[in-house]
């Protein structure tokens, strides 16, 4: 039996969609984020999350595929150079929805799509995350309890 996919046609045309999504894609690799309509942004979402997974094959054929995708050389360098390494630990979700206020002028709903990138710590930033720790700990001296300064309890003696 047939089942019923789930197709954004966003009032469009085959053709005029295609537009979109390729100009939607180029503004979310050159920004990294964008605040575009709902629906745009979960129409967006699966397309962005196949193309990294196309470029991170990193062949030529890969990457002639995703130069006829997006059309720009220079974006897709940005992509390959800048993007990717950051995005290699992760398997997928590469993006997040994050919900705004309604657009004023005709109250649509918008949402921030935003490409989501793992923190990388350097070895610059360890060793300085551990010198950070290091003087805190040693800061801050131990309170030690002494015997007379044990509070009683709330039911104490009656004595």
């Known amino acids: 039996m047939p089942k019923h996919h789930k197709v954004y046609k966003l009032s469009r045309d085959s053709q005029a969609r295609k537009a979109l999504m390729v100009s939607l894609l180029q503004a979310l690799i050159l920004e990294e984020t964008i605040s575009t309509t709902t629906q745009k942004a979960k129409f967006i979402k699966p397309e ?8 991170k094959r990193s062949s030529l054929s890969s990457r002639r595929k995703v130069q006829a995708i997006i059309g720009n050389k220079v ?5 390959y150079q800048y993007l990717l390494p950051r995005l290699q630990s992760r398997n997928s979700g590469y993006t997040t929805l994050i919900h705004l206020a309604n657009r004023p002028g005709d109250n649509a709903q918008m949402t921030r799509i935003a490409i989501i990138f793992d923190l990388v710590e350097t070895d610059q930033d360890s060793d300085q995350s551990k010198q950070k720790k290091e003087t805190k700990s040693e800061s801050k001296p131990k309170k030690s309890v002494k015997e007379d300064d044990k509070p009683s309890s709330p039911k104490g003696d009656k004595s």
């Open 48 to 55: 962005f999350d196949k193309l990294i997974s196309l470029a």
């Open 75 to 79: 974006i897709v360098e940005k992509l």
